[in-house]
């Protein structure tokens, strides 16, 4: 319901207060209009007609710049009108009051007959709630003679044209000045019955009043002393009445109190009665306790002495087996010392062996024979497998096939750049005390120096742990550099008792661990959620309880921390470990990639969350056991910028493999799976993205199926459908043989577009890139802004190309942020031209995962999933004009528009002559569609982990340079390649 509220503005400091009471009503639709009379030099007749002329509301309510509407003033008067639609106005109570203090002069508050009117004004005028329509159909206007009396004048015409719904209940206030500022009445208040103002009402209203009221006003005067008679006779007996029932209830009043004390008298009696039989009980309970407990010492007396005869001869025999282990101790230490001499000349037997002229004469000898072994164990079908891995995946130049055999080159970037070593620690533990000192000289504890310090709460939930790995777990954690942590631990009502041993026994060694027990096991979701209710810290880190941190871990996230003090999440780099604590399978991250974590949590470990973002979350969320984490960083990202999610490029975590563990496989836990797709389905509809999940038919990961929005759901697209552009080739029907691309094309290539439901608007053929570029400028110059363009390269006219999923792909270019979707362009033999292309700081590019066969998932899976990439193949891909920069040479995305490849669509059969080369520099052949990024900042593309070779794209290592020291080659680059992703 639609309500306009007129409000005739004087020019008085109290507007403010008529507006807010407006507001408070609470009301949907309901528009104050003010008039402001005063700057117009309107009168009040005038004024109020011109408010009434402007609104446009079927219902409307008069309130003055010096009144007020009490809450439920509207809503009450319009629940009348609904319920009595014949009416033409609904009035209510009001209360005049005193300004200051607040003293009520008068109230209005009751039903009246119409003729009633006649006599005076009942009505104030924010009392009343009308119909516009039928006020105006009925001609009801203000009358401008009238100056004091105007809205009496309106009641009056408002009463001839309908009847009015009285509402009891006083909602509004009238207020008027103190004595002390011109009178304690309005002006029509002070207007007395027989001045010009009500003379002048009446003489319009002698001839305008239906004759009717001024009958029933004379009969109302001939019966009114009669009726006052028996009005007052009825009152004094109903005086008398109330004296008498008074006069009852003081008797009844005196009666009941000396019952009242009767009854007292009587409790008191006999409760004096019970307190004596209640102490003659309680003394003799006490002389038979007395009795009993002198009984209990004469034989407990006796007990003490057998057993003090009982210990006597323990601590004898005690003695002989101490004088007894004395003398074994003696024989120990001389055999021990017999050892070590015999030890010692081992030794100095052994050095003279080594440093004999014949070991160094047979040194090559031996060298020759552990090779020949090397090589004759390659004879299995397992070796020559391993053997061709090491091939194609070493990082550094090897100087024969022997070579393959060596340590893979994670183990050799271990030795080199883990960060992990006494000279980092040294740094860190440097560069901490000074922040220490920084933060104890500080003033104030809020200070720079102390928030660049942050306690991290680390939560562990715990369920029958292997108990060796879970206290390697826990020393990982007090070997850190970083001591300001607090471990939350929440057992999950293990089953296995040492659980609760060890944990007790824990707590009692290390005053940083806090922890609780849960009453029944509520999986790892409520353990989790129990581990956060302990935390204290400014963030919290994911821990599992079998898993492994680095000792760098918790102050390189510090580090990130103060580099970002806005990050709300913090994620690193990750690898394995199995039982005897081998390091392996390294996941060197990209920058945080949306499209990548919807197909896998690349979030995991290490995972460090602001603990107010998780409570603004509501936490772990049960019945996800198994995705939990994935859920978790989807419900976190949703609320934060890119620029809040940091990437640490770091190995922080240690993900521990054992038969158990989700690490070493998912049949370990199966429901984790469809726990996942639950997540990153109900993240697709809380983001409003159409778009299916399913889980991959291989690899644990889910595939993300983008659904057509319908009717374009992009302000300001192009509604004529796709725009193609053809460079190097021409159109081709099904029979191959070239067609002019005209736009029409309805018997060859555009028509099997417009069957997958992609009608094309206009396509044409270039000669070659720089002259679809201009095509796609011109496009834009039109003002095509929002038009979906689909570039595709010379080998179109081969008659080749396979447009299935190329519906999908349009649908996923419909999401929020996504600029451009490149897809896969295969050879004949299937290898694989490229899945996206790194960039480097130079300008030039490299294809990522070049010539993969169809059997190849990629690096952790991303060959089948889509992700984002710094540069897409500008031979097959989907563009949205407006997020193309126009003044750019080739194609480059606007700031905040990513790109996109997707597995889900394939050309397959390409010549490999037609494909772009290997090595594409940017001023060799730009024909790449570029993201928006500024290699200035740390020199390395973002979507590909520094600790990759982006000269080769494989994903393999990136060559060492072994000169360096170990341990420390990186410290300082990997804030610097933070700081770029954050930028990013």
Not at 328 to 350: C, F, K, N, T, V
Not at 471 to 491: G, K, T, V
Request: a negative charge; hydrophobic letters at 45%; one cysteine or more.
């Amino acid at each position: 319901m639609s309500i306009t509220v007129i409000i005739r503005s004087m020019g008085r400091p109290t507007l403010q207060r008529a507006l807010l009471s407006v507001q408070a009503q609470g009301m949907a639709g309901v528009q104050p209009l003010v008039v402001d009379a005063k700057g117009r030099g309107l009168g009040r007749a005038q004024a109020a007609q011109a408010g009434l002329d402007e609104v446009q509301t079927r219902w409307a309510l008069f309130l003055d710049d010096d009144d007020e509407l009490l809450p439920g003033h509207l809503s009450k008067l319009a629940a009348a009108l609904r319920a009595h639609p014949q009416a033409m106005a609904a009035y209510t109570g009001v209360e005049q009051l005193r300004e200051g203090d607040e003293q009520v002069l008068t109230r209005w508050d009751r039903a009246f007959e119409p003729w009633e009117l006649l006599a005076a004004n009942a009505l104030p005028i924010h009392a009343v709630l009308f119909d516009v329509i039928r006020i105006r159909e009925a001609g009801v206007r203000f009358d401008t003679a009238f100056d004091t009396f105007e809205d009496w004048d309106f009641w009056l015409q408002v009463q001839c044209a309908g009847p009015m719904v009285h509402v009891p209940g006083v909602s509004a206030r009238y207020w008027v000045a103190p004595a002390a500022a011109g009178g304690s009445q309005s002006d029509a208040q002070n207007a007395q019955h027989g001045d010009d103002r009500y003379a002048a009402i009446w003489r319009k209203w002698w001839v305008a009043a239906p004759q009717e009221w001024w009958h029933q006003m004379w009969r109302a005067a001939r019966d009114e002393p009669v009726l006052r008679q028996q009005w007052q006779q009825a009152e004094m007996a109903r005086l008398l009445s109330e004296d008498a029932r008074a006069q009852a209830e003081d008797a009844r009043r005196q009666a009941e109190e000396a019952l009242a004390q009767a009854e007292a008298a009587r409790t008191q009696s006999e409760a004096a009665r019970e307190l004596t039989a209640a102490a003659l009980q309680q003394a003799d309970q006490a002389f038979r306790r007395a009795q009993m407990d002198l009984r209990s010492l004469v034989a407990l007396d006796n007990a003490r002495q057998t057993e003090l005869a009982h210990v006597q001869e323990q601590l004898s025999g005690m003695h002989q087996r101490l004088i007894e282990e004395q003398a074994h101790h003696r024989i120990s230490m001389a055999q021990r010392d017999e050892a070590r001499i015999a030890e010692q000349g081992a030794r100095w037997h052994l050095q003279a062996v080594l440093d004999s002229r014949t070991w160094r004469i047979t040194a090559p000898l031996r060298w020759l024979g552990r090779q020949a072994r090397r090589v004759w164990r390659l004879r299995t079908a397992d070796a020559r497998r391993h053997l061709w891995w090491r091939l194609r995946h070493r990082s550094y130049p090897r100087p024969s096939l022997l070579s393959a055999v060596l340590p893979d080159p994670y183990q050799r970037w271990l030795a080199c750049r883990d960060g992990n070593g006494p000279q980092d620690r040294q740094q860190a533990l440097e560069a901490l005390a000074q922040a220490e000192r920084a933060s104890a000289s500080s003033p104030s504890p809020a200070s720079e120096h102390a928030a660049s310090l942050p306690l991290i709460s680390v939560l562990m939930p715990v369920y029958n742990p292997p108990l060796d790995f879970w206290d390697q777990a826990i020393e990982s954690l007090r070997a850190q550099w970083y001591p300001h942590w607090e471990l939350c631990m929440a057992d999950d009502a293990s089953t296995d008792p040492r659980v609760s041993e060890r944990l007790q026994a824990w707590a009692a060694r290390e005053p940083r661990i806090r922890w609780v027990t849960l009453a029944k096991n509520g999986h790892i979701s409520a353990a989790s959620n129990a581990a956060l209710e302990l935390a204290a810290g400014e963030f919290v880190a994911l821990f599992d309880q079998d898993d492994l941190l680095p000792p760098q871990a918790l102050w390189r996230v510090v580090q990130a921390i103060t580099a970002h003090p806005d990050a709300g999440l913090l994620y690193s780099d990750e690898d394995k470990v199995d039982e005897a604590g081998q390091r392996f399978g390294p996941y060197f991250k990209p920058a945080f990639d949306l499209d990548l974590l919807r197909g896998q949590n690349m979030i995991s470990h290490l995972g460090v969350y602001r603990r107010s973002l998780l409570q603004e979350v509501g936490g772990f969320r049960v019945g996800y056991e198994g995705s939990q984490d994935h859920d978790l960083a989807f419900r976190c990202i949703e609320r934060l910028k890119p620029s809040q999610i940091v990437h640490i490029p770091r190995v922080l975590y240690h993900w521990r493999v054992h038969q158990h563990s989700t690490a070493s496989g998912q049949a370990a836990k199966p429901y984790a799976l469809d726990a996942g797709v639950r997540a990153v389905q109900d993240h697709l509809q809380r983001c409003d993205v159409r778009a299916r999940v399913q889980p991959h038919p291989v690899i644990p990961h889910h595939v993300v199926v983008h659904e057509e929005p319908g009717s374009n759901t992009n302000p300001g697209s192009d509604p004529a459908g796709l725009h193609v552009v053809v460079w190097g080739g021409t159109f081709s029907d099904s029979q191959g043989d070239p067609k002019p691309a005209d736009g029409a094309g309805g018997e060859g290539w555009t028509a099997r577009l417009h069957e997958q439901g992609l009608e094309v608007h206009q396509a044409v053929s270039v000669a070659d890139w720089r002259a679809a570029c201009v095509q796609l400028k011109a496009w834009a110059a039109q003002g095509r802004s929002g038009a979906v363009l689909l570039l595709h390269g010379p080998f179109l006219q081969q008659g080749s190309s396979d447009i299935q999923g190329l519906q999908t792909l349009h649908a996923h270019l419909s999401e929020v942020g996504v600029g451009a979707v490149g897809w896969a362009v295969r050879e004949s033999s299937g290898a694989l031209h490229d899945a996206g292309w790194v960039r480097l700081s130079d300008g030039s590019a490299r294809p990522l995962a070049r010539g993969s066969g169809w059997d190849t998932h990629g690096y952790f899976g991303q060959l089948c999933l889509a992700h984002r990439v710094s540069a897409l193949n500008g031979a097959a891909a989907l563009v949205r004009l407006d997020a193309l920069q126009a003044d750019r040479p080739g194609l480059q995305l606007k700031a905040g528009w990513r790109a996109v490849w997707s597995p889900q669509g394939q050309w397959i059969g390409v010549p490999a002559q037609l494909l772009s080369p290997l090595v594409v520099g940017a001023a060799i052949n730009p024909t790449l569609i570029l993201e928006a990024w500024d290699a200035q900042l740390g020199g390395h593309d973002p979507a590909f982990s520094p600790h990759l070779c982006a000269e080769h794209a494989d994903h393999r290592m990136a060559p060492l340079d072994e000169t360096q020291p170990a341990a420390h080659g990186g410290a300082d680059a990997g804030l610097a390649r933070a700081r770029m992703d954050r930028a990013v």
